[in-house]
Nanobody, 126 residues
Framework: QVQLVESGGGLAQAGGSLRLSCAAS????????MAWFRQAPGKEREFVAG????????NYADSVKGRFTISRDNAKDTVDLQMNSLKPEDTAVYYC???????????????????WGQGTQVTVST
């Protein structure tokens, strides 16, 4: 089992920045593909960003490319999401997720991820 606990989030103005962090426990962190998803009211959960085991490879949704940066620290068992140039459409509950399948690729499908955090609210005002 893997436990994921998110922190950060909150309220920001359009054009501002926020940083999310996720702490993992319960399994060797470096064997997990890590990702961030988000879910806005009335919408399906969607992939935001993912990062490979050693951080050497990342993948982003087109909607956040150039604005968001995912990173991980395998010594601290954490994965972060730096969000810059925020837009009102970034408003959502953000979830940290872990893929424990040992497949090396970064998958964007929700059902591929075995473990989820509780979610943290991000609200961007105009």
């Amino acid at each position: 089992q893997v436990q994921l606990v998110e922190s950060g989030g909150g309220l920001a103005q359009a054009g501002g920045s926020l940083r999310l962090s996720c702490a993992a426990s319960g399994r060797t962190f470096s064997t997990l593909i890590m990702a961030w998803f988000r879910q806005a009211p009335g919408k399906e959960r969607e992939f935001v960003a993912g990062i490979s085991w050693n951080g050497g490879s990342t993948n982003y949704a087109d909607s956040v490319k150039g604005r968001f940066t995912i990173s991980r620290d395998n010594a601290k068992d954490t994965v972060d999401l730096q969000m810059n140039s925020l837009k009102p459409e970034d408003t959502a509950v953000y979830y940290c997720a872990a893929d424990g399948s040992l497949f090396p690729g970064i998958v964007t499908m929700v059902r591929r991820y075995d473990y989820w955090g509780q979610g943290t609210q991000v609200t961007v005002s105009t």
